[in-house]
């Protein structure tokens, strides 16, 4: 095997638009095992990959290696999740899910010193 890479910004974010896509199956979301649940994560984000790098970018990384990036991202992503909460704790007016997402971003800037990068 390979010598391992870096993950740039927009693998990340193929891989949080993948996991939330497979996440919000309200078909198949409760109805699978955890391997077909990655599986299936694992397809989603190598399709992505594919059409922004090709087909030599669909094979680069594994169903185990995207399992423990998401794992690796988990602990921002539910830090992100809590700004989310916070700022929708108060409903603004006019305000719609873009609306909440930008102040939760700079909430998190603000908390934690750096941007959310997953979005």
């Known amino acids: 095997m390979g010598h ?5 910004n927009e693998e990340d974010v193929m891989l949080v638009e993948s996991w939330v896509g497979v996440s919000n ?3 198949k979301s409760s109805q699978q095992t955890g391997e077909t649940f990655w599986e299936r994560i694992f397809a989603r984000f190598s399709s992505k990959m594919q059409k922004r790098y090709g087909d030599q970018a ?3 990384r594994t169903v185990t290696v995207v399992q423990n990036r998401r794992s690796s991202m988990n602990h921002d992503i539910n830090k992100f999740v809590g700004c989310l909460a ?3 704790a108060v409903p603004k007016s006019g305000y719609n ?3 909440y997402i930008t102040d939760a971003l700079s909430t998190y800037r603000a908390d ?3 941007p959310f990068r997953f979005l």
Do not use: R
């Open 58 to 60: 669909a094979s680069h």
């Open 25 to 27: 199956d309200p078909i």
């Open 4 to 8: 391992a890479t870096n993950w740039t």
């Open 86 to 88: 916070q700022v929708k």
């Open 97 to 99: 899910e873009e609306d």
């Open 112 to 114: 934690h010193g750096k």
